[in-house]
């Protein structure tokens, strides 16, 4: 691979200052240099393919259960230390000795919202968020746990903004839970991106007929992108300016993958442009390289309520899933609130049958290295041949003395 250059050009330094100086050089001295630059690029290699080779996936999930833990304060039992004079040395300086003592202390805790899901997931969430579920799942709520405040007396500490401030914590403070009652018109989705290897998206893209659609290219004709994290209104459905889908098909679009995510391993992206060329779903494709290894995207543009195309590509093992999706949606008479909400139920039906492809088939696949990492590993590589070279040629081993000098014998060297 042409990142290993960097070894040959090393070799090449090293046989020039070698020419230029061989007495300079033992038998073991003419290898450090070389070895040194092939420690470098096998070091820029890794990491190179570490980080290249890692790509963001986006996991769904439900959210089962919501917490909110009261303001709270207990007595914190502690032991610290600190330094003190315990007297003076024989110089008369000042010595110090360790000395231990009780720093016991008060400590307050502000209230805080926070949700798990049935993947094993939890993250923090704001009182509105908690209240709004409370609600979702039926606004019934039992105590989780209990802390016994050390001063109830005392105001509720880093309550500002929240139903708590100005109040005091009382004799004791709990930990609130409410449940969702496992309905699908309850269920609130959540998602988290999670870190994975995609070595089709870092190898020759060719072998799979996709062509490299640049960031500039994408920018130019509104090619839609990876939108932002949110961990509880991360959306299913991406739209152009223009189109309109109603909240209420969204959110329920989003419990799709909160429903389908922790069973099948999958994430649904439903893509809609206004009034685009068919071309577009083959660039969309080609830029986001097929998708994730856990993602089926469906492409459509629209012109007012008509369908004009529809594209749907997936990495899925069940090759049929993506077609069958295909001619439903091509079969609509047009796309309002009803088709929406057909689409949904049919989605609901369907989308069991995705299987997710395991990637490491593709681990024979060899990723090619950016123009940049290649020069990365020549500038350090041949820096480190070139200053390995210099010490080589002025420390104090060389072709007569290839144990180096003892002190006696390089002072009467020196001296001679």
Same mark, same amino acid.
């Given at each position: 691979m042409?990142?290993?250059?960097?070894i040959?050009?090393?070799?090449l330094?090293?046989? %020039?200052f070698?020419?230029? &100086?061989?007495?300079?050089?033992? /038998?073991w001295?003419?290898f450090?240099?070389?070895?040194?630059?092939?420690?470098?690029?096998?070091v820029?290699?890794l990491?190179?393919s570490?980080?290249?080779?890692?790509?963001?996936?986006?996991?769904?999930?439900t959210? %089962? *259960?919501?917490y909110?833990?009261?303001?709270?304060?207990y007595w914190?039992?502690?032991?610290? *230390?600190?330094?003190v004079?315990?007297g003076?040395?024989?110089e008369?300086?000042?010595?110090?000795?360790?000395e231990?003592y @009780?720093c016991?202390?008060?400590?307050?805790?502000?209230?805080?919202?926070?949700? $798990?899901?049935?993947?094993g997931e939890?993250? !923090?969430i704001?009182?509105?968020? !908690?209240?709004s579920?409370v609600?979702?799942?039926?606004?019934?709520?039992?105590?989780y746990n209990e802390?016994?405040?050390? +001063?109830?007396?005392?105001r509720?500490?880093g309550?500002?903004g929240?139903?708590?401030?100005?109040k005091?914590?009382?004799n004791v403070s709990?930990?609130?839970q409410?449940?969702w009652?496992g309905?699908?018109?309850?269920?609130k989705?959540?998602?988290?991106?999670?870190?994975y290897?995609?070595?089709?998206?870092?190898s020759?893209?060719?072998i799979?007929?996709?062509?490299?659609?640049?960031?500039?290219?994408a920018?130019?004709?509104?090619?839609f992108?990876?939108? @932002?994290? @949110?961990?509880?209104w991360f959306?299913?459905?991406?739209?152009d300016s223009?189109?309109?889908?109603?909240?209420?098909?969204?959110?329920?679009f989003?419990?799709?993958?909160?429903?389908?995510?922790?069973t &099948?391993?999958?994430?649904?992206?439903?893509?809609v442009?206004q009034d685009?060329?068919e071309l577009y779903?083959?660039?969309?494709?080609? !830029? /986001?390289v097929?998708?994730?290894?856990n $993602?089926?995207?469906?492409?459509?543009?629209?012109?007012?309520?008509?369908?004009? /195309?529809v594209n749907v590509?997936?990495w899925?093992?069940?090759? +049929?899933?993506?077609?069958?999706?295909? #001619?439903?949606?091509?079969n609509?008479? *047009?796309?309002?609130e009803k088709?929406w909400?057909d689409m949904?139920v049919?989605f609901?039906?369907?989308?069991?049958?995705f299987q997710r492809? #395991?990637?490491?088939?593709?681990?024979?696949?060899?990723r090619?290295?950016?123009w /940049?990492?290649?020069l990365?590993?020549?500038?350090?590589?041949?820096?480190?041949?070139?200053?390995?070279n210099?010490?080589v040629?002025t420390?104090e081993?060389?072709?007569?003395?290839?144990?180096g000098?003892?002190?006696?014998?390089y !002072?009467?060297?020196y001296?001679?």
């Amino acid at each position: 691979m042409i990142i290993y250059g960097a070894i040959i050009l090393s070799f090449l330094v090293t046989a %020039v200052f070698f020419l230029s &100086n061989r007495k300079a050089y033992t /038998w073991w001295e003419f290898f450090i240099p070389t070895t040194a630059t092939a420690i470098v690029a096998i070091v820029f290699k890794l990491i190179f393919s570490a980080v290249g080779e890692n790509f963001s996936e986006y996991w769904g999930s439900t959210i %089962v *259960s919501v917490y909110e833990q009261e303001p709270y304060n207990y007595w914190k039992v502690e032991i610290c *230390s600190r330094e003190v004079p315990c007297g003076t040395d024989s110089e008369g300086n000042t010595e110090y000795c360790t000395e231990y003592y @009780d720093c016991s202390h008060q400590e307050d805790v502000g209230p805080s919202w926070y949700a $798990e899901t049935n993947i094993g997931e939890s993250f !923090y969430i704001r009182e509105s968020q !908690y209240d709004s579920l409370v609600i979702q799942f039926g606004g019934t709520r039992n105590v989780y746990n209990e802390h016994k405040n050390y +001063s109830p007396r005392d105001r509720a500490v880093g309550s500002r903004g929240t139903k708590f401030e100005g109040k005091r914590v009382g004799n004791v403070s709990y930990v609130w839970q409410a449940n969702w009652p496992g309905t699908d018109e309850t269920r609130k989705a959540a998602f988290s991106k999670h870190r994975y290897v995609n070595k089709i998206k870092a190898s020759d893209l060719t072998i799979f007929n996709i062509k490299v659609v640049s960031e500039k290219q994408a920018d130019t004709l509104g090619l839609f992108q990876y939108p @932002d994290m @949110d961990r509880m209104w991360f959306p299913t459905i991406l739209t152009d300016s223009g189109v309109v889908v109603s909240k209420d098909i969204k959110e329920k679009f989003r419990r799709l993958n909160g429903k389908y995510g922790p069973t &099948n391993e999958m994430r649904l992206w439903v893509l809609v442009y206004q009034d685009k060329p068919e071309l577009y779903g083959e660039y969309q494709k080609n !830029y /986001w390289v097929k998708g994730n290894m856990n $993602e089926l995207v469906v492409c459509m543009s629209v012109k007012d309520t008509t369908l004009q /195309w529809v594209n749907v590509f997936s990495w899925t093992t069940n090759e +049929s899933l993506p077609i069958e999706i295909r #001619d439903y949606i091509s079969n609509l008479p *047009s796309i309002n609130e009803k088709t929406w909400n057909d689409m949904y139920v049919y989605f609901n039906d369907n989308l069991p049958k995705f299987q997710r492809r #395991d990637f490491k088939e593709f681990d024979y696949l060899k990723r090619q290295n950016r123009w /940049w990492e290649i020069l990365i590993v020549y500038i350090f590589g041949v820096a480190a041949a070139v200053g390995l070279n210099f010490w080589v040629s002025t420390n104090e081993f060389d072709d007569e003395n290839p144990k180096g000098y003892s002190s006696y014998n390089y !002072y009467n060297h020196y001296r001679s």
